[in-house]
């Protein structure tokens, strides 16, 4: 199927509902980078915790890879940053720190396989059985992004650690896909309709400052949300697509 129709077949998925994704249990989100959390499933963190889910966030790598040439934010400088966004842009989510696990495996470097991504696999089983999780979403495998098919990898590694758990998988670049790349599967899934929160995802977004705005204005390289794709994800619903066992 090529990506155009997979995708116009996504934005057509029946609207289900947490438990359609989790169960009677909590939820964990993995993010590749600090942001993605906020951008893909902004809604469904809002909604888990309004329903009094246990709500866990799993970030991957460390953020240090947006700006690479910038020397008022040299990479450690630019980790302790992201890190501080993201904490604020879950708050505005309803989600505490004391909820977030940051993995800090390197931005644009994250490995699918071998020791480093066991050990990550491993902890995000972790946060799993500790939160009693029905459920966990991971970027979408298909993303044209080494670390949202790397953080796929992982959890796709965890996932025999924790049986029983139902995973689905929130696309973020790949709706810039060219259309006529080839989608070997069918789309299966829902879309939550995640209305009743867009203002407070709106405003995580926003939270990750050195993403969407002029912050970090010292290096002409460096990286930030082009404005149509923030749009993208202001609409009323997320989609998350079944990953087969």
């Known amino acids: 199927m090529r990506a155009d129709a997979f995708l116009a077949a996504a934005e057509a998925l029946p609207f289900g509902r947490l438990d359609d994704l989790a169960g009677a249990g909590g939820l964990v989100v993995v993010a590749p980078h ?32 947006s700006h690479p040439n910038s020397r008022a934010y040299p990479p450690e400088s630019l980790t302790a940053l992201r890190e501080r966004e993201t904490v604020e842009a879950a708050s505005i989510l309803g989600l505490g720190p004391e909820h977030i696990t940051f993995l800090r495996l ?57 049986p029983g758990l139902r995973v689905h998988a929130y696309p973020v670049w790949g709706w810039s896909l060219p259309p006529d790349t080839e989608i070997a599967d069918e789309p299966r899934g829902l ?17 990750h400052g050195s993403q969407v705005t002029d912050l970090i204005d010292d290096d002409p390289e460096g990286f930030r949300l082009p404005p149509e794709m923030i749009a993208r994800f202001l609409g009323s619903h997320e989609i998350f697509l079944e990953v087969a066992a």
């Open 34 to 65: 600090p942001d993605d959390e906020s951008l893909g499933c902004g809604g469904l963190i809002a909604e888990g915790l309004a329903a009094g889910r246990a709500l866990r966030l799993v970030v991957v790598s460390d953020g240090a890879g």
């Open 106 to 162: 390197p931005d644009g470097a994250v490995p699918s396989s071998g020791p480093d991504a066991e050990n990550a696999a491993r902890a995000i089983a972790g946060v799993a059985a500790a939160s009693a999780a029905g459920g966990i979403v991971v970027t979408w495998r298909h993303d044209p992004h080494c670390d949202h098919a790397a953080s796929a990898a992982i959890v796709a590694l965890a996932r025999p650690l924790c």
């Open 191 to 207: 879309r939550l309709d995640v209305s009743a929160h867009r203002a407070a995802k709106e405003r995580a977004i926003r939270a």
